[in-house]
């Protein structure tokens, strides 16, 4: 666009072009006085869940039946029972024994046993006999497993006590 | 495009429409300005949390939950626009219940423009899990009366940011009156996996900005 002013036409246009650069400026820095007027907060939520862990402190035979001879052991590592060790003899009778776990809840949140899981060998079984409701953080306690067993020649099986989140602990 | 001004007459009202231009624009910005200044001179902030009133409600059993604020050395809130919401030990089922206060501390009046929702991709186990319900109140500057703005109940992390917007959106934040939200954050029956002990963040981050009223169908009462 040009904008002619008769005879002085160039010093007009110089006077007309300071004008109109004001009148933008002063027009941009009231967009950028829109602009500055917001503001953000920052609200950051962190969250860590409880840890859920259980150590066997020890297990011990607490009595046995149906064999010839028996011999438990229990192998630690760090003053937790890592693998147990049972030798059994015997003929024709079924055979059993109760062993008594003792457990830590060394995490933070209140645990529970839910079962006992183990390998497919239908000639053993295995069942929780007395096992607490409820494992509070810290807290040490006993679960009692009997097991029973036919005739069977040098099996190695391996069963797992499942612990889970105590819901709506007190 | 060519405008030609040919006699003195013409040249003079251009001038004139250009200084008048030029008056209410600085005038605008010089009003607007000088109100945004006075407010926010010492902290440049609209608004500011308000730290004795933003706290952890309740909590379920075995959880342990706190507000925080960024301190200096020794102690002193040095930023009152950012807040950390803590949560450790949450299992499922588990919930914990905040209060954030937030007040208008400028002369301008402001409303909600959007708020959004940051989640850490890489870490986002906990996303599906996180269920939230709460109410949003706006306080008035006497402290004894307040709007109930709206309240929502078991939603989605993903819509929690939407939801709050929509409560919010048309309601202007006048000097010194307060936001109050309630925030409830539970997690479901199921959290997987719960063995390890797993972190999870996420941010939320509302975005005010200046009320500007509409004059279409506005009137002044004058005294004769």
């Keep these: 666009m040009s904008i002619i002013f008769g005879k002085k036409a160039k010093k007009k246009s110089i006077n007309l072009a300071l004008i109109l650069f004001v009148l933008i400026f002063t027009l941009g820095a009231m967009g950028a006085g829109y602009a500055a007027w917001t503001q953000k907060f920052t609200v950051r939520a962190n969250i860590t869940t409880g840890q859920l862990q259980i150590k066997i402190r020890d297990a011990v035979l607490e009595n046995s039946a149906g064999h010839e001879s028996l011999s438990f052991t229990a192998h630690r590592d760090d003053g937790v029972v890592e693998k147990m060790e049972m030798n059994v003899e015997t003929y024709s009778n079924p055979y059993q024994a109760v062993i008594v776990f003792t457990v830590e809840n060394t995490g933070t949140v209140a645990a529970a046993c839910r079962g006992l899981t183990k390998d497919a060998y239908p000639e053993i079984t295995m069942e929780i006999m007395e096992a607490p409701d409820i494992i509070v953080p810290g807290a040490t306690e006993q679960i009692k497993v009997k097991i029973s067993g036919s005739y069977c020649y040098n099996l190695n099986f391996s069963a797992i006590l499942q612990f889970e989140q105590a819901l709506h602990a007190k | ?224």
């Design chain 2, 1 to 224: 495009m060519k405008i030609k001004l040919g006699n003195k007459k013409d040249k003079h009202i251009l001038v004139i429409f250009a200084l008048v231009l030029i008056f209410i624009g600085v005038s605008y910005a010089l009003t607007n300005a000088q109100a945004y200044m006075k407010s926010t001179f010492i902290t440049g902030n609209l608004l500011e949390l308000v730290p004795e009133e933003c706290l952890v409600l309740e909590t379920s059993e075995g959880v342990w939950a706190e507000v925080d604020f960024l301190r200096d050395g020794i102690g002193r809130i040095i930023d009152k626009t950012s807040v950390n919401l803590l949560a450790a030990n949450v299992i499922a089922g588990s919930f914990v219940e905040y209060r954030l206060s937030m007040q208008n501390i400028s002369e301008l009046s402001v409303m909600v423009d959007e708020w959004y929702l940051e989640v850490d991709e890489e870490n986002d186990s906990l996303a599906d899990c996180l269920f939230f319900s709460g109410t949003i109140k706006v306080e008035h500057h006497d402290g004894q009366h307040a709007d109930l703005l709206g309240s929502f109940a078991n939603i989605s992390l993903a819509g929690l940011n939407g939801t709050l917007t929509n409560i919010m959106q048309y309601r202007t934040i006048s000097r010194d009156e307060k936001i109050i939200l309630d925030l409830k954050q539970q997690l479901g029956d199921k959290i997987d996996p719960v063995g390890s002990g797993a972190d999870f963040s996420y941010k939320l981050i509302p975005v005010f900005v200046q009320y500007f009223p509409e004059n279409k169908n506005s009137y002044r009462k004058v005294k004769k």
